[in-house]
């Protein structure tokens, strides 16, 4: 029994020398320094050209006003343009409201899509000639 035991241990050693010779790499530690890493951080949004625009000048007062209430059709907006308009009356002399959405209910939508289509509103509320356009969203 000790002779097969002293057999098998021999065995097993032979294998392992036999690897070592075979693989070197496998028994050297293999340091490797650390290396300073670099990044390129990347915005995926893209780069938007921003024109400067003139804003038109605010008036002073609303007394003797047009003031067109704009809504977009969300759920609510209406009410709210709806208590504007009477705070307007109740505190402003002589000031003139126009709800859009009875003027002009084509431009009652909550999504205009696109540029165009906005610029298409504004042009069927500009036609009422208000001195100031006041909207609600309600989101």
Same mark, same amino acid.
């Given at each position: 029994?000790?002779?097969?035991?002293?057999?098998?241990?021999?065995?097993?050693?032979?294998?392992?020398?036999?690897?070592?010779?075979?693989?070197?790499?496998?028994?050297?530690?293999?340091?490797? @320094?650390?290396?300073?890493?670099?990044?390129?951080?990347?915005?995926?949004?893209?780069?938007?050209?921003?024109?400067?625009? $003139?804003?038109?000048?605010?008036?002073?007062?609303?007394?003797? $006003?047009?003031?067109?209430?704009?809504?977009?059709?969300?759920?609510?907006?209406? @009410?709210?343009?709806?208590?504007?308009?009477?705070?307007?009356?109740?505190?402003?002399?002589?000031? @003139?409201?126009? $709800?859009?959405?009875?003027?002009?209910?084509?431009?009652?939508?909550?999504?205009?899509?696109?540029?165009?289509?906005?610029?298409?509103?504004? @042009?069927?509320?500009?036609?009422? $000639?208000?001195?100031?356009?006041?909207?609600?969203?309600?989101?």
């Amino acid at each position: 029994m000790k002779q097969i035991w002293m057999r098998w241990i021999l065995s097993i050693t032979v294998i392992v020398i036999c690897l070592f010779i075979l693989f070197p790499h496998v028994s050297s530690v293999s340091v490797t @320094k650390e290396t300073k890493q670099e990044w390129e951080i990347l915005n995926p949004e893209g780069v938007i050209k921003i024109e400067a625009m $003139k804003i038109n000048p605010h008036p002073s007062t609303l007394e003797g $006003k047009t003031v067109m209430l704009r809504w977009n059709g969300k759920h609510n907006g209406d @009410k709210f343009l709806q208590r504007v308009e009477e705070l307007l009356k109740e505190r402003v002399k002589g000031v @003139k409201v126009i $709800k859009s959405w009875e003027v002009a209910p084509e431009t009652v939508d909550p999504i205009t899509g696109n540029q165009e289509r906005s610029q298409e509103f504004a @042009k069927a509320i500009a036609k009422f $000639k208000p001195d100031l356009v006041i909207g609600a969203q309600s989101d």
